[in-house]
């Protein structure tokens, strides 16, 4: 294997193939990409980009948890695009990066599923997180621009307390015992996620959530979420075109979930 470097310069030779990210920058180190696309687009960044950090002091997840990853041993990226969709529909670029992810992972052999609504899993271990929020200009003139936080666990050899994860998590090298440089991964993913980018644009929304659903390991499992004030237990039943989750407790009433965290699911049992 090439030495894995991830740097300015293997980033902009990355992306020159595809016309979606138009900048690119790198850094060192960061508190969060995410929180530095938030900077850029309220400062009037206007067009798409890609930030990548080789490592993060305040990496964040999901539901205000922290993302930590060693130095060398992830990929930590955001990508900020501009739609000309309406904001309704925003919350597909979730299945889309979630499908570039199973993709770009199944190029190099590892079989990924997505457990609602958008972690990666390979042997219903988590491999790749994903944050995805707004970032608004301060000039209201100017758009605002969708931020695309990934986390790919790349060379990671062992996870200490990985008991405590929510998800218990794992890494390419983990998976298929072999390393594979950061940046052919990063290259796979833009490939495919610039083609479902094409996709979103024109409102093939249809195609997409299809895709999603036939990646989706969540379907037609037994399932404990938490939403923000309760507890829930359930089968999952289906996932809408607006992202959320239909869950049929155990009274038999179906009940739509909009943001929540699975916290068990029953592997056992067949989607
Ligand atoms: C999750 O699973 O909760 C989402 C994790 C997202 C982590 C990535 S790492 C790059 C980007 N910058 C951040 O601060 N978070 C995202």
């Not at 219903?124 to 707004?134: H, Q, V």
């Not at 790349?154 to 090298?173: A, C, D, L, R, Y």
């Not at 289906?238 to 989750?245: A, H, K, P, R, W």
């Amino acid at each position: 294997m090439q030495a894995d470097i991830l740097d300015g310069t293997s980033l902009k030779e990355c992306v020159r193939d595809f016309d979606l990210i138009k900048k690119v920058y790198f850094f060192n180190e960061i508190d969060s990409t995410n929180n530095k696309a938030i900077n850029l687009l309220q400062n009037g960044l206007q067009e798409n980009a890609l930030l990548a950090a080789e490592y993060q002091t305040k990496g964040r997840g999901r539901f205000s948890r922290a993302w930590f990853s060693g130095k060398g041993e992830s990929i930590l990226f955001s990508i900020i695009v501009f739609s000309s969709q309406p904001r309704e529909v925003w919350q597909n670029i979730s299945f889309i990066t979630t499908i570039s992810l199973v993709d770009a992972l199944k190029y190099f052999n590892i079989s990924a599923t997505i457990k609602w609504p958008n972690d990666v899993l390979v042997n219903n271990k988590k491999i790749s997180g994903i944050l995805i929020e707004i970032g608004h200009p301060k000039d209201k003139n100017k758009k605002s621009g969708i931020i695309i936080g990934i986390g790919i666990n790349v060379n990671q050899e062992k996870f200490e307390n990985s008991k405590n994860f929510s998800t218990e998590p794992t890494s390419v090298f983990l998976e298929c015992h072999k390393k594979i440089e950061r940046i052919k991964i990063l290259e796979k993913f833009l490939f495919f996620f610039s083609d479902w980018f094409k996709e979103f644009e024109k409102g093939n929304f249809n195609l997409i959530l299809k895709k999603y659903k036939q990646h989706s390991s969540t379907i037609g499992k037994a399932l404990k979420l938490k939403t923000a004030d309760v507890v829930i237990h359930g089968t999952a039943n289906e996932i809408e075109e607006d992202g959320s989750l239909i869950v049929r407790l155990d009274s038999g009433i179906l009940k739509k979930i909009t943001a929540a965290d699975i916290v068990e699911i029953d592997w056992k049992q067949k989607g």
